[in-house]
């Protein structure tokens, strides 16, 4: 029901920004809790962040408090990843995912996930 696609990934040195964009088409998009994930190679799944589907409650993992932002534009079908401070160890791919509550995005098989996209960030 919905498809995301998540863009904006690339090659950046430490302390620079990137800001990771994610489509979404369906027609319940608005309805759906969003969040943001990475995998670093050999590393497991970590949580990045999260926003309600009204955008008005975030939640960000330990490690990116304070340097990473989300945000979502419900009219334009969009939620957003802005990354501050880059550090090498933000290196991964980063997946966006959605679900119907902000729970279910932590149950793989209950969420929605993009292809992903890669963000390299050099020393």
């Known amino acids: 029901q919905v498809q995301l696609e998540e863009s904006g990934g690339g090659l950046v040195q430490a302390g620079g920004s990137l800001r990771l964009s994610c489509a979404a088409s369906?027609?319940?998009?608005?309805?759906?809790?969003m969040g943001w994930f990475r995998q670093a190679p050999g590393k497991e799944r970590e949580f990045v962040g999260s926003?309600?589907?009204?955008?008005?409650?975030?939640k960000y993992g330990d490690s990116v408090k304070g340097r990473f932002t989300i945000s979502r534009d419900n009219a334009k079908n969009t939620v957003s990843l802005q990354m501050n401070s880059l550090k090498p160890e933000d290196t991964a791919v980063y997946y966006c995912?959605?679900?119907?509550?902000?729970?279910?995005?932590?149950?793989?098989?209950?969420?929605?996930w993009g292809q992903g996209t890669q963000v390299t960030v050099s020393s």
């Open positions: 995912a959605a679900a119907a509550t902000p729970y279910l995005l932590f149950v793989s098989s209950s969420a929605w």
């Open positions: 369906g027609r319940t998009f608005s309805n759906h809790a």
């Open positions: 926003i309600s589907w009204s955008g008005g409650s975030t």
